[in-house]
């Protein structure tokens, strides 16, 4: 709609930004831009690899970058050490502006080992928060299971999942901090009440589309057809 200030943009590594990072290509992680058009501010989602491609998609755009969202910890999306790479991230955005960084409170200690920096540069929340850019509000919704802290993010009817849900699969929880009983109860209380209608957008490609209705996903993806804990734990339970 012509009134919609939302701006919202998805973009994958080694293809939007990062373009030639092998390693970016490979993990095929996906940025978000949400802002307020009008307003000419956004937030960024997840922003490694590139910062001054990400700051220049923007800058084409006439917006500017007021502050981060984390989804989680893990070096690609928020910078630092992995697999023997080091991995750009949030410590050089800010280098270049300084802004707040949001993250779930549970996730804060984690962030500042990963990336190395200040629990003073951290903007601390919790699940239910409120991130506004301009007019646009942006929901802050803990969904811990991949990592302690890990949250998604609600905004104008889209989901944006980072690694807690994918259209197919969901993120890990054999790595420090992943619990899949708490992903277990993410996935069917805390992700069940976004409608048919929500767009889902995660944290990875890792199927032919970049992004499906929570009804199609629901259809699709057999972590949310597990009945039960007991099934869910037979299957990823330790």
């Known amino acids: 709609m012509a009134d919609n200030p939302l701006y919202f943009r998805q973009l994958l590594s080694g293809r939007d930004f990062a373009v030639g990072d092998p390693l970016a290509s490979q993990m095929v992680n996906f940025c978000y831009l949400i802002g307020d058009r009008r307003a000419g501010e956004a937030v960024i989602v997840d922003p490694a690899y590139d910062i001054a491609g990400l ?66 540069e951290l903007v601390e929340h919790a699940s239910g928060d409120i991130v506004s850019v301009g007019d646009v509000d942006i929901e802050l919704v803990h969904t811990p299971g991949h990592t302690p802290g890990s949250q ?45 209608d929500t767009v889902l957008f995660p944290g990875h490609r890792y199927s032919p589309e ?23 734990m037979t299957m990823f339970g330790a």
């Open 152 to 196: 998604c993010f609600s905004v104008d009817g889209c989901l944006v999942s980072g690694d807690t849900l994918f259209l197919d699969g969901c993120g890990r929880t054999d790595l420090p901090g992943g619990d899949p009983e708490q992903m277990y109860e993410s996935l069917t209380t805390r992700l069940a009440r976004f409608g048919d």
């Open 55 to 120: 700051l220049a998609v923007l800058g084409a755009d006439d917006m500017r970058c007021v502050g981060v969202l984390a989804t989680h910890f893990h070096p690609d999306h928020v910078g630092g050490d992995m697999m023997g790479y080091r991995i750009e991230g949030v410590t050089s955005l800010l280098e270049t502006l300084q802004v707040p960084v949001h993250v779930q409170g549970a996730e804060a200690p984690w962030v500042v080992r990963a990336t190395g920096v200040s629990g003073d």
């Open 210 to 232: 970049s992004s499906a209705t929570m009804g199609e996903t629901r259809q699709r993806n057999y972590v949310l057809r597990l009945r039960s804990p007991e099934q869910w």
